[in-house]
Each structure stands twice: as structure tokens, then as C-alpha cells.
């Protein structure tokens, strides 16, 4: 019968059989995926474990070595790892060292041993390191990292190897590795994959270990610092209190030295202070007396011995080795026998008293002489002294020593106070007159610091003081004006040399007071030295004054000076700078006085001149002339030139003159161009004897020479040393010295000079002329032909200028003519330059002239080439 369905039975089977065999296969699918889920599941959960065990190990592991052992334990569950081992770099000194190593082959390295990273790098762990990756054992890949020498075998070759890196921070810190020498055991990419997620998680608690490791250690190092401050600080404290009981004894001892109404009150002070510090129950004081060879015991205090006697000899006691050596002892019983071996002293005898088990003693000593000893000592054993108690004993004693020499000294301080002050009361009163003297000799000194020696006037530091005085009450108020005057005797040396230094200081005596005369009371003189002095006229109306005061000082110094028996001349050149500004300075004026002073020198003397913008561009060119004129070759740049000396009354040639001359440029400077450069530079006497020279080497050219007139320095009359090379020059040359005729002129001479005069003698006795020239300028001309062994007279171009038109001119020449034809000297005229002067000089008798009218001068050339002469061998 067909069922509900329409189905016959055996096809409704089928279908039911159909059916429930699909089922079953999906239910067999069904639990292959539960299994493997649930063998999932179970392998997170052994790896959760795993994780939560290594993080547990980071707070419960006491050391490293527990925490690598137990790590490689939670590896073992997870993985096989009998050969595992774990190793750190350190990038700093490029080291490896294995903290943890397992294998069964291999040999076991020392923890403590640190292995060059170079080492390890072709290795399979310096591989992992160096690349930074994981890496599992495979036989081509190994080989052929071999073939491309980047790893080599290390160790015994393994069946599989599995190693991770381990990263901190992004940096490589070491690896992890498990390796199988079984065919059994072998690693997948999942154990490479779950041993790379467990070393992140090792590598974290690997950190927090050794951060746990070091902040323990930092710890116990902070400790242990504090508990070393704190056992410092207890010492300190300790040190601290002794040294405020050793202050507080030390200040009472120095308290007791000055109140102690006795010497035992003291001792007895003494003692108890000491006991502050010591025990002293057993105490003396011991004191030599040198006199009676005896020791002295002012003050003990026995436990034993009471009956101690109070003095004795010197013997070799304990006591006497201080004294002896100086120097603080402790002496026990073993140190004791020591001494008595050696001979340093005696076995214990009666006088000495019982024999103590310990012993410190201390010299007391007074400017480096041992005057005691100060000791203390015990009988038992149960009172032990150390090294501290000598070294404060010995700080003590130094002070007690102080003390007692202080106390033993009392009375004959008292003594010697009253002594003194019986003194005192006797040298008060030559105390009195004794400051007396001495404030007169500060003022003596005051003065003298300010004041010249020999004129009285203020110096130089006086006056420069007075000078910025001025200066600011100039800046106060403006309209203040004033005027420094520098004066400069002339002659002075010529005086000095002639006459002494006696007479030299009489003329500076005389001139200073000639100057004070000229000047009111409220202006300063002072003299800066020599024959140098400058004058502050303060409030002055106008420059005019000072020129005033300088024509005034000219005239006074052109009055004769009256030495003995005999008149000298000297005069003055003054130089003026007026104060122009509020902002002068004192060096400012003091320069520009002195520089119009030099520029009234070199105008003629016996004037004055204000300073202004011109002197100052003339002492920049003078500069630049001595330069020059150092530089200058003396025969490339200095020539001669040839005046005629003609018969008035037939004008034929009769001698001529030779002048020096320098070439600068195109033009021919004159002598007294460059005179006072050549001064400066110390090259006149060097110019005169090449000057020489070249006259000479003339005469010597020619066959019958006209007398040649040289005009040389005075300079060479101060040292008979000069005049012999004078001499020299004119005998080394052949010529006949009458042939020369040496001019000197009359404004250089000194009309005293014993040394001008004996010098001129010795060139007379040469044979040569002597000519004075410039005759007439000075007022002591007549004396230098009268005393002076002159044989010729050059009268001055301003006498001559004057004699066709003077009547007083031509008497004057007609006394000198007659005078020098009595005295048999040849006399000349220079400066004619016309023909009444030639007539009115004939009409007056003078024969022989020289000047304009006798035609130009002409350059003479050297007969021969002449050696060039440097400037460095002619000075010498």
C-alpha cells in the first residue's frame, strides 16, 4: 500500500538513510572544527600561562640566574628546549655575554665572560643579532648563507636550530635560542612564531628585573651611604663636643693664668681642668731648675705615694727622657723595659716612687726650651690610656706651658712696669721734643720733595701741581687767563765748564733771582733742571704781559755777571704759550713753551717768542730733517763751496773760503740751515772732518795753493782728544798746516775757557791760521784777540754793512785795524757788497774782503774720487 507521501517503502528508507548520513558527516566536520578549536584554545592557554608565569618572574625571582633558569623552563612547556641558552649585547663595548646556557654537547662559557661581538658575528646567534630577524634551521638555506660567507659553523653542527632576537626599544639586545640534535625533535614556523611572542615578553620582564636589580643595589648603596654619613655625622658630633670641652679647658686655663691669686691656686685649677679631659687621679707638674740641677714638683696628686717629695736631682727618670727628647711618650710596662735595656733610663728606685702599669708624659715647652713636664699615670689595669690621650695632653700641655711661664713671669712684669713707667715718665718729655724735630724734618722733607736744592724755587712736581691747579679753576671760570714762560739761560755750559761747578751754582743762584724780580707774588717760578726754568703768570689780561715779563727777564739777563775779579755774559731765550682753552693740559703748555723757546735759540738768542701753529709745523719739518740728515752720505750729498778773499785795493785773490753745504733736492741748504739738526744728531764734529778732508786733499792737488779758510765747531776745543784728530787729519795729509786757516766763531767761544784756550795753543803750535770769525757780534770781542793766540780776525757782515754810512762804525774799525797790526794779526772784512763799504774799508785800513761784490760762490769738485765715508765710521 502506497503511504501518505506517495513513496513506496523502499524509497522512503533510502531517503531516510540519505539523510542521516549527510547529518552525520556534518556533524563529524562539526567536531574536527570543535577539536581543533578546542586545541587552539588549549595551546593560547599553555602560551597565556606561559606569559602570565615570565610576568610573574619579573616580582618573585630573587636574582638573574633564577629568572633565566625559570624562562627556560616556561620555553620547555612550550616547545622542547634542552639545548637552550640565552645571550645580551652590549652596544656600548660591542660585547656578548651568555647569562644562561644549556646544551648537551657544547661546553657550558662562563657567565662572567664577555665575548667580542666579532666573535659571534659569523655565527647562526651573531647572524640573528646582526640582522635582527628570527631564524630557523634549514639545511640550503644554511649552506647558502655559508657560499656567501655570511655565517660559518660554531660549535657542534645541530639537527634543527631555531633563534629569535631580542629588541628593546627598537634595538637588539641579545638573542634566544633552541636548538634539537635529535631527528625527533624538530621546530616549525609556529615555534618560531610563539618563541618570537614570548621574547617580547621575556625582554619586558628581563627589564623590570634588572631595573628591580639595580634600584635594589641603588638602594642598598643609598643606604649604606646614609648609614656612612650618619656614622660620620655621630664622629663629627663626637669630635665636635671634645673639641668645645677641649676649647672651654683651654679658655679656662687661659681664665686661671689671670686670676689665680697664687701659684698652688693655679696648680690646683690646673689639675681639675685637666680632669675634665683624662683621667688624672695619679698628677704632677714637674719644672728644671738649671741653677741647682734639680727638678721641681710644685703640684702632684698620688694614689699611692702621698708622702712625695718635692724635689730631686736629675737623674735618668722617666721625666728626664722627655726632657731629654722633647717630645710627648707613652710608656707601658713593655715600652718601660725597653728603655731601661737601652740605657734611656733607670729601673724604678725610691726616689722615683711606685712604678705605674702606664705612663704619658708631655714636655712643656717655652720658645722652643723645655722648662717641665706635665704628667699623668695609673697603677691598675683597669685605667688604660691610648695615643689620643698623649696628643691631648701634649695640645694641653703647649698652653699649660704658656700659662705657667706666664704666672712665673708675673712679678717680674710687675718689676719691670714699675721700671717702666718711671722711664716713661722721664723720656715724655724727650718724646715731646723728639715730635717736635720730627714734624720740622717731615716739613724739611716736604719741602725738598717740592722745592730745588739749590735755588730754593719749586721744582717740577710743584709746579706741574700749580699748573693743573690753574687749569681747573680755568675750566670754572673761563675768562681766567695765564701764560707759561720757558726760559733757557744761554752760555750756561760755556760758564759751567769754564769756571767750575762752584761758579756754575752762583749764576743760577743770581739768574733765579734776577728772575724773581720780574714776576709779581702771585706768579711761580721753578726751576726744571740745569739751566731751565718756567714761570706760571696766572691772571693775566691779556698775552701782552707775558711778553712784558719776558723783555724784562731778557734785559735783566743781559747784565753782566760778576765772578771774582772778572764779568761774564750769558742772556736768555724765552719761550711763551698762552692757556687758549678750557681743555688745555699742563703737558700741553709746558711742550709749547718749550718749543718757542727752542725756535727763540735758534733765531739768535736773547729773545722771546710766542708759540703758535708755525713752530709747531717747524718742529714737524725739523723732524723731518734730522731724519735726513741721518740718512745723508757724506760724499753723495754734501759738497763745498769756494768764497773768494780779495786785495781791496787790486781785487786779486789773496785766499779763499771753503763752506760746507748740503744738497737736498735741486737747492743748497747753508750751514746754519742745518747746524742745530746736525747738533742733535751728534754729527758736527763728524762733518767738520770730512769738511777737512776734502780742504786737504785740495791743497795737496794743487802746485801752488792759495790759503784756505775751513770754518769748523767749537766743539772740538772741549776735549784735547778732538783737537788730536784734528791734527791728525792735517799731518796725515801732507799738507803745509800754514796753508789752513781754522775759523772759529766768536758767539761759540768762552773768553775764560782754559780748555778753549789750550786747545787753541795746540793747533797754533801746528803751524796752522787761526781766524775769529764773526768779529763784533758779542761785547767781549776784544778779549778773545788780546788772550786768545788768534792770527787772523774775520770782522761780522753787520759791522761791515754799517762803515760806509756810520761815523761810529768807522772809528770802531779803525781801533780794531790799529790793535790787530800791533798784535800782528791779519784782519778781513766779510759781507762786501758794494763799493762804498769797499772804499770806506780801505779809507779805514782794512786791505782784504769777501762777499757779493767779488762774484758768485762755486761748487768745488774733489781732486780725486775720495772713499765714501758712512755716517757710522766718521762718528766713531
Known amino acids: 500500500m502506497p503511504t501518505s507521501t506517495g513513496m513506496q517503502p523502499e524509497a522512503q528508507t533510502s531517503a531516510v538513510q540519505n539523510t542521516e548520513s549527510k547529518e552525520i558527516t556534518r556533524l563529524r566536520k562539526a567536531v574536527a572544527r570543535l577539536q581543533k578549536l578546542a586545541l587552539k584554545y588549549r595551546q593560547s592557554e599553555v602560551v597565556q600561562k606561559a606569559l602570565f608565569k615570565i610576568s610573574e618572574l619579573a616580582s618573585s625571582v630573587q636574582n638573574m640566574q633564577d629568572f633565566y633558569a625559570s624562562v627556560h623552563a616556561i620555553i620547555g612547556e612550550l616547545m622542547d628546549a634542552r639545548n637552550f641558552y640565552i645571550c645580551l649585547y652590549d652596544q656600548a663595548k660591542d660585547t656578548v655575554q651568555f647569562v644562561y646556557f644549556v646544551d648537551e654537547y657544547d661546553d657550558f662559557p662562563a657567565l662572567e665572560q664577555v665575548i667580542p661581538a666579532e666573535m659571534l658575528g659569523q655565527g647562526l646567534t651573531g647572524y640573528v643579532m646582526r640582522t635582527g630577524k628570527p631564524f630557523l634551521y634549514d639545511i640550503e638555506v644554511f649552506e647558502r648563507l655559508k657560499e656567501r660567507g655570511e655565517i660559518r659553523d660554531l660549535g657542534s653542527p645541530p639537527v634543527d636550530w631555531l633563534g629569535v632576537p631580542l629588541r628593546s626599544n627598537g634595538q637588539v639586545v641579545g638573542a634566544m635560542v633552541v636548538q634539537s640534535y635529535s631527528e625527533q625533535i624538530r621546530y616549525t614556523e609556529q615555534d618560531q612564531e610563539l618563541l618570537l611572542f614570548v621574547s617580547q615578553h621575556i625582554v619586558n620582564a628581563l627589564d623590570r628585573v634588572r631595573q628591580r636589580e639595580y634600584m635594589q643595589a641603588e638602594i642598598a648603596r643609598q643606604t649604606a651611604k646614609l648609614r656612612q654619613i650618619n656614622d660620620d655625622l655621630i664622629n663629627e658630633i663626637s669630635v665636635r663636643e671634645r673639641a668645645e670641652k677641649l676649647t672651654s679647658v683651654l679658655f679656662a686655663i687661659s681664665e686661671i693664668t689671670n686670676t689665680?691669686?697664687?701659684?698652688?691656686?693655679?696648680?690646683?685649677?690646673?689639675?681639675?681642668?685637666?680632669?675634665?679631659l683624662i683621667n688624672n687621679d695619679n698628677f704632677f707638674v714637674a719644672l728644671i731648675n738649671q741653677d741647682r740641677g734639680v727638678l721641681e714638683f710644685p703640684y702632684s696628686v698620688d694614689a699611692y705615694d702621698g708622702n712625695l717629695q718635692r724635689e730631686r736631682k736629675l737623674a735618668k727618670g722617666m721625666t728626664e727622657y722627655v726632657i731629654r727628647h722633647a717630645q710627648p711618650v707613652f710608656i707601658d710596662r713593655a715600652k718601660y723595659q725597653q728603655l731601661v735595656q737601652a740605657g734611656e733610663v733607670e729601673d724604678a728606685v725610691s726616689y722615683y716612687g711606685t712604678h705605674p702599669t702606664q705612663w704619658l708624659g708631655s714636655p712643656l715647652v717655652v720658645e722652643d726650651e723645655v722648662i717641665g713636664v706635665l704628667s699623668v699615670q695609673t697603677y691598675v689595669n683597669d685605667i688604660t690610656y691610648k695615643q689620643d690621650d698623649l696628643e691631648l695632653l701634649?695640645?694641653?700641655?703647649?698652653?699649660?706651658?704658656?700659662?705657667?711661664?706666664?704666672?712665673?713671669?708675673?712679678?717680674?712684669?710687675k718689676r719691670v712696669n714699675a721700671y717702666l713707667e718711671r722711664k716713661v715718665a722721664e723720656r715724655t718729655e724727650e718724646?715731646?721734643?723728639?715730635?717736635?724735630?720730627?714734624?720740622?724734618?717731615?716739613?724739611?722733607?716736604?719741602?725738598?720733595?717740592?722745592?730745588?736744592?739749590?735755588?730754593?724755587?719749586?721744582?717740577?712736581s710743584m709746579f706741574t701741581e700749580r699748573l693743573q691747579q690753574t687749569l681747573k679753576h680755568k675750566k670754572r671760570f673761563p675768562h681766567h687767563n695765564f701764560a707759561v714762560l720757558f726760559v733757557d739761560l744761554d752760555r750756561f755750559k760755556?760758564?759751567?765748564?769754564?769756571?767750575?761747578?762752584?761758579?756754575?751754582?752762583?749764576?743760577?743762584?743770581?739768574?733765579?733771582?734776577?728772575?724773581?724780580?720780574?714776576?709779581?707774588?702771585?706768579?711761580?717760578?721753578?726751576?726744571?733742571?740745569?739751566?731751565?726754568?718756567?714761570?706760571?703768570?696766572?691772571?693775566i689780561r691779556h698775552i701782552d704781559d707775558a711778553r712784558d715779563v719776558a723783555s724784562r727777564i731778557i734785559e735783566k739777563m743781559r747784565l753782566p755777571f760778576v765772578f771774582g775779579e772778572s764779568e761774564h755774559y750769558s742772556g736768555a731765550s724765552v719761550g711763551i704759550a698762552e692757556c687758549k682753552s678750557r681743555n688745555d693740559s699742563a703737558e700741553r703748555l709746558l711742550r709749547d713753551a718749550d718749543a718757542a723757546m727752542y725756535q727763540a735759540k735758534s733765531m739768535g738768542r736773547g729773545r722771546y717768542v710766542v708759540f703758535d701753529e708755525s713752530i709747531h709745523q717747524d718742529l714737524v719739518a725739523s723732524l723731518h730733517r734730522e731724519t735726513e740728515l741721518r740718512h745723508a752720505q757724506f760724499d753723495q750729498d754734501f759738497v763745498l763751496q769756494q768764497f773768494t778773499l780779495a786785495d781791496l785795493r787790486d781785487n786779486t785773490e789773496v785766499a779763499r773760503e771753503l763752506q760746507l753745504r748740503w744738497q737736498r733736492d735741486d737747492s743748497l741748504l747753508p750751514a746754519d740751515r742745518f747746524n742745530a739738526v746736525a747738533d742733535k744728531t751728534g754729527m758736527t764734529l763728524a762733518l767738520d772732518h770730512w769738511m777737512l778732508k776734502r780742504c786737504c786733499a785740495i791743497l795737496q792737488a794743487e802746485d801752488q795753493p792759495l790759503p784756505i779758510y775751513v770754518g769748523l765747531s767749537s766743539k772740538h776745543l772741549y776735549k784735547l782728544a778732538d783737537v788730536k784728530v784734528l791734527i791728525d787729519i792735517i799731518t796725515n795729509s801732507g799738507v803745509a798746516p800754514e796753508s789752513l786757516i781754522l775759523e772759529f766763531s766768536e758767539t761759540e767761544l768762552n773768553d775764560n775757557s782754559k780748555r778753549q784756550l789750550s786747545c787753541l795753543r795746540q793747533l797754533a803750535e801746528l803751524g796752522v791760521g787761526l781766524a775769529l770769525n764773526e768779529f763784533g757780534r758779542s761785547a767781549g770781542a776784544l778779549q778773545f784777540i788780546l788772550n786768545y793766540p788768534f792770527t787772523h780776525v774775520k770782522l761780522d757782515p753787520r759791522f761791515v754793512a754799517d762803515i760806509a754810512t756810520s761815523q761810529r762804525a768807522q772809528v770802531m774799525v779803525r781801533n780794531v785795524v790799529h790793535l790787530c797790526r800791533d798784535l800782528a794779526i791779519e784782519i778781513a772784512a766779510a759781507g762786501v757788497d758794494n763799493h762804498d763799504q769797499l772804499q770806506a774799508l780801505i779809507h779805514n785800513g782794512v786791505n782784504i774782503g769777501q762777499g757779493q761784490l767779488f762774484g758768485e760762490p762755486q761748487q768745488v769738485k774733489s781732486p780725486f774720487n775720495a772713499q765714501p765715508t758712512s755716517k757710522s765710521a766718521t762718528r766713531a
Open 260 to 276: 689665680s691669686e697664687s701659684m698652688q691656686t693655679f696648680y690646683e685649677q690646673l689639675y681639675r681642668q685637666i680632669g675634665m
Open 494 to 539: 760755556n760758564i759751567n765748564d769754564t769756571l767750575g761747578h762752584s761758579a756754575g751754582d752762583e749764576f743760577l743762584l743770581e739768574a733765579s733771582r734776577r728772575i724773581g724780580e720780574c714776576i709779581r707774588d702771585n706768579d711761580t717760578v721753578a726751576r726744571l733742571g740745569g739751566d731751565e726754568f718756567v714761570i706760571l703768570l696766572d691772571m
Open 394 to 413: 701634649n695640645f694641653v700641655s703647649q698652653h699649660v706651658a704658656v700659662a705657667i711661664e706666664r704666672r712665673r713671669n708675673a712679678d717680674e712684669v
Open 431 to 460: 718724646l715731646v721734643s723728639e715730635i717736635e724735630r720730627r714734624k720740622k724734618v717731615e716739613e724739611k722733607l716736604f719741602y725738598d720733595a717740592h722745592h730745588d736744592a739749590l735755588t730754593g724755587l719749586p721744582n717740577r
